[in-house]
């Protein structure tokens, strides 16, 4: 019988895709994997517990122990824009390990929770992780954007993840992610100033280890660069969110 692995993200768009699989073809052979990467915000646990249960099929969360930061330090090396040895590590390779370890790709079917408007996304994804068999079932009809999806999930009665209501496009990371932008970690140090704090004095701690002016930003921006522009208010462009595509976006990293 075919095995059906969710990549469940704790965000919306796995939640729906997870509800389209289980109502296709049933709860008893679907798994919900979550990649906890130690450094999530407090309510996804809440949200990942309501969510599974609505779904009806078994969570399975796997860690591989260290947060993105500890991963840069060992790797000695800052992700950025274009390299993120965090997701490679805590999200990706965690994942393959258990695929390989629990599943056969001759009967296994895995299921990514982007939507139609990353189609190019599974696109590039599926033919990569060939002889692994990977769909998007929020990029089939009938079409759902986050805002129809986020209604969904209020008609089921959960709470959307509280990083959606502070206006974070993910609910990854505690919304940290070094593929992000200026808007951002504009909106982090709006909402969460302390969280924001921290990974700025982290930025900070690994320029001093590496001896190297580095950056998460592009340009050479630091956060704390970023902190003191909004704090003068000079130009900083809210419009560059970028942000989390762990699974189906992989880089090279260092």
């Known amino acids: 019988m075919t095995q059906r692995i969710v990549f469940f993200s704790g965000g919306v ?40 249960a609505n779904v009806g099929a078994r969570l399975v969360v796997i860690a591989e122990g260290r947060t993105p930061w500890e991963v840069f330090f060992d790797r000695r090396f800052l992700g950025n824009s ?5 997701s490679e590590t805590l999200k990706r390779k965690l994942a393959d390990r258990w695929l390989d370890a629990n599943c056969d790709p001759a009967n296994t079917v895995c ?31 009938p079409y759902l954007d986050k805002h129809g999806m986020l209604l969904w999930l209020k008609r089921d009665g959960i709470r959307p993840p509280r990083l959606y209501e502070m206006g974070f496009a993910h609910n990854n990371c505690g919304g940290f992610c070094v593929k992000a932008g200026q808007g951002h970690f504009a909106n ?12 700025e004095e982290k930025e900070q701690a690994i320029r001093r280890f590496l001896g190297k002016d580095i950056s998460i930003l592009k340009d050479g921006l630091t956060l704390k660069d970023l902190r003191k522009k909004i704090e003068n208010r000079g130009e900083t462009d809210l419009f ?11 880089t090279e990293a260092a």
Request: overall charge negative; aromatic content about 12%.
């Open 240 to 250: 560059e969110i970028g942000g989390c595509g762990c699974f189906v976006d992989e």
């Open 13 to 52: 768009g796995s939640w729906a895709a997870a509800k389209r699989v289980v109502a296709r073809f049933g709860a008893a052979n679907t798994t919900l994997l979550f990649t906890d990467t130690r450094m999530e915000d407090e309510d996804l646990y809440r949200f990942l517990s309501e969510a599974s």
């Open 111 to 141: 299921y990514v929770g982007i939507d139609w408007t990353e189609q190019h996304r599974i696109d590039r994804l599926a033919p990569r992780k060939l002889p692994w068999v990977f769909e998007a079932p929020m990029c089939e009809p």
């Open 82 to 86: 274009r390299a993120d040895p965090c």
């Open 188 to 199: 982090l140090l709006r909402a969460m100033p302390c969280r924001y704090a921290f990974h």
